[in-house]
């Protein structure tokens, strides 16, 4: 009994000196008084969202903030370039304006899509008329022509613009039943008919053009007051308009009614040919195994219906911040820590991609590759990504972060791997330990993923400074670890459409030559 007692007394004392080191790490204690009495967040995100606004692949915002992040990297100490992996539709946004100028005046609330061709300088007005409901293709090929110096709305009409928690708050049950009943019905009665007219959402607007349509209105509600999802115009000569939920409901009604609405489109904007497409590389070097490498990880474009400020910019500024933070509290790190701002993501990860696919030595070298993507919230969740023994690791790292940060995560060992989703899903599938820093939801899937509220004010920057915390130790850790990181792969779990494990997903390929004619 006493040698047990002396045994558990011993691994206590061994236990509370480890605690006691971990807590006065000079290195851990100099990343936190950096991040919290010099913090560089809010200057950052304001000269990337605000200044330079929107990054869509091909545009020149996206060059202008690659280039500003090599100087931002540079004006700190690390060296930063820019390395070319592909080309692009070259576009850049202008003005867009649109009116409704009969049965009355009214200015709507609206933008014209990503990539889409301009209207004529002076603008285009025209009638507006709505999809009809067919019994088959037949009839709807003998309506097409009818669409001839039209503008056709191509979405739905929602029956309410209040999002389901405002009705769970205040409708009574029979009317909140009631009403997601018809929707259902109305959601049914438009798939169906779709399936009639045998075209999709992505191939109508292009048989519409053909027809002789002038230009295609289209509303994408993201299910919440005052939030549409923007995305790109699948139309080669004629606009593609976006229309917030509110203005497409009343001209939706007015052609129903009769009234024969009009309006008055002005959408400027550039078609630049091809554009080169990047991403922004920024290292440390390491001190001892310079050919292993810590990789932070962030996609830096954006869609265009907001300034992306929450997608991805806050996992822009984590990364950035971490940099810079491990930039004066840990100089020379045993291995090498790299950061890429990868473009093209929101097209199919296609930065990432390129990389794993043009740099196999670093994809070899990989000890740890950290990702944060989805929203401007503290990270709650990380995962082991489907690497066996990955708990040995990160528990080991994790325990190095102070506890008001870990207390919120949740973690998953060994998980599996990512299919796609975000930039460490390309890393996973060639093999390399990368993580997921997932992070709170602050209503971002229906309020500012992909949508025209994704702007600086939605950044939450007290859990973006923790992510930079996180972000910035785990680094360290990471780059400090004695050991290699081990590779070795889960069974993964049994898959429902085979029956057998399922298998671990390969690399793909990237798009390198996206929307160009001879794609």
């Known amino acids: 009994?006493?040698?047990?007692?002396?045994l558990l007394i011993a691994l206590l004392l061994a236990n509370s000196v480890f605690l006691l080191a971990q807590e006065q790490d000079p290195v851990v204690q100099a990343i936190l008084t950096e991040a919290n009495e010099n913090s560089q967040l809010e200057t950052l995100g304001h000269e990337l969202m605000d200044g330079i606004g929107p990054r869509l692949v091909g545009t020149p915002q996206m060059k202008k903030a690659h280039d500003w992040a090599v100087a931002k990297y540079s004006s700190w100490g690390i060296p930063a370039k820019n390395e070319q992996w592909g080309e692009w539709k070259g576009w850049e946004r202008g003005i867009s304006h649109i009116d409704m100028v009969?049965?009355?005046?009214?200015?709507?609330?609206?933008?014209?899509?990503?990539?889409?061709?301009?209207?004529?300088?002076?603008?285009?007005?025209?009638?507006?008329?709505?999809?009809?409901?067919?019994?088959?293709?037949?009839?709807?090929?003998k309506w097409l022509p009818t669409v001839k110096g039209k503008m056709v709305m191509v979405s739905k009409l929602e029956p309410t613009g209040r999002p389901d928690y405002n009705w769970e708050e205040f409708a009574t049950e029979k009317s909140f039943e009631k009403m997601k009943k018809e929707r259902d019905e109305q959601d049914k009665a438009w798939n169906d008919n779709m399936k009639n007219m045998?075209?999709?959402?992505?191939?109508?607007?292009?048989?519409?053009?053909?027809?002789?349509?002038?230009?295609?209105?289209?509303?994408?509600?993201?299910?919440?007051?005052?939030?549409?999802?923007?995305?790109?115009?699948?139309?080669?000569?004629?606009?593609?308009?976006?229309?917030?939920?509110?203005?497409?409901?009343?001209?939706?009604?007015?052609?129903?009614?009769?009234?024969?609405?009009?309006?008055?489109?002005?959408?400027e904007s550039k078609d630049l040919g091809v554009s080169p497409t990047f991403n922004t590389i920024a290292e440390i070097k390491g001190s001892e195994k310079p050919d292993e490498y810590v990789i932070l990880s962030a996609h830096f474009d954006s869609w265009d219906g907001g300034t992306g400020a929450t997608d991805n910019g806050t996992g822009t500024l984590v990364m950035m911040e971490a940099m810079r933070i491990l930039k004066k509290a840990y100089?020379?790190?045993?291995?090498?820590?790299?950061?890429?701002?990868?473009?093209?993501?929101?097209?199919?990860?296609?930065?990432?991609?390129?990389?794993?696919?043009?740099h196999p030595e670093i994809v070899a070298g990989v000890q740890a590759v950290f990702n944060q993507d989805n929203g401007t919230g503290r990270v709650v969740r990380i995962s082991g990504g489907g690497f066996l023994n990955s708990y040995d690791y990160l528990g080991k790292w994790l325990h190095a972060v102070p506890k008001e940060i870990t207390d919120e995560i949740e973690t998953t060992f060994p998980g599996t791997p990512a299919r796609g989703g975000s930039d460490y899903a390309s890393f996973q599938a060639a093999g390399a330990p990368a993580f997921s820093l997932s992070s709170l939801n602050w209503s971002y899937w229906n309020y500012t993923w992909h949508t025209n509220?994704?702007?600086?004010?939605?950044?939450?920057?007290?859990?973006?400074?923790?992510?930079?915390?996180?972000?910035?130790?785990?680094?360290?850790?990471?780059?400090?670890?004695?050991?290699?990181?081990?590779?070795?792969?889960?069974?993964?779990?049994?898959?429902?459409?085979?029956?057998?494990?399922?298998?671990?997903?390969?690399?793909?390929?990237?798009?390198r030559k996206g929307g160009l004619e001879e794609n």
Do not use: C
Not at 110 to 128: F, R, V
């Open 1 to 6: 009994m006493l040698r047990k007692t002396s």
């Open 102 to 141: 009969y049965p009355r005046v009214q200015s709507l609330q609206g933008t014209q899509l990503a990539w889409s061709p301009a209207t004529p300088k002076k603008g285009t007005t025209a009638e507006l008329v709505v999809l009809p409901m067919v019994k088959d293709s037949m009839e709807f090929v």
């Open 198 to 267: 045998g075209y999709n959402s992505r191939t109508l607007p292009e048989a519409l053009e053909a027809a002789g349509a002038v230009g295609i209105v289209a509303s994408y509600w993201s299910k919440g007051f005052g939030v549409n999802k923007i995305f790109s115009a699948r139309t080669k000569k004629i606009p593609t308009v976006d229309l917030e939920l509110e203005d497409y409901g009343m001209l939706y009604r007015l052609v129903e009614s009769g009234q024969k609405p009009q309006i008055h489109v002005v959408a």
């Open 331 to 358: 100089p020379n790190p045993k291995r090498t820590i790299l950061v890429g701002h990868w473009g093209s993501e929101e097209q199919g990860l296609n930065g990432s991609r390129a990389y794993v696919e043009d």
């Open 453 to 511: 509220r994704d702007t600086y004010d939605k950044i939450i920057f007290d859990d973006v400074r923790n992510n930079a915390i996180l972000t910035a130790i785990l680094a360290y850790m990471a780059s400090e670890y004695p050991e290699k990181t081990d590779r070795t792969k889960a069974i993964l779990p049994i898959s429902d459409s085979t029956g057998e494990p399922a298998e671990w997903p390969s690399p793909r390929s990237p798009e």
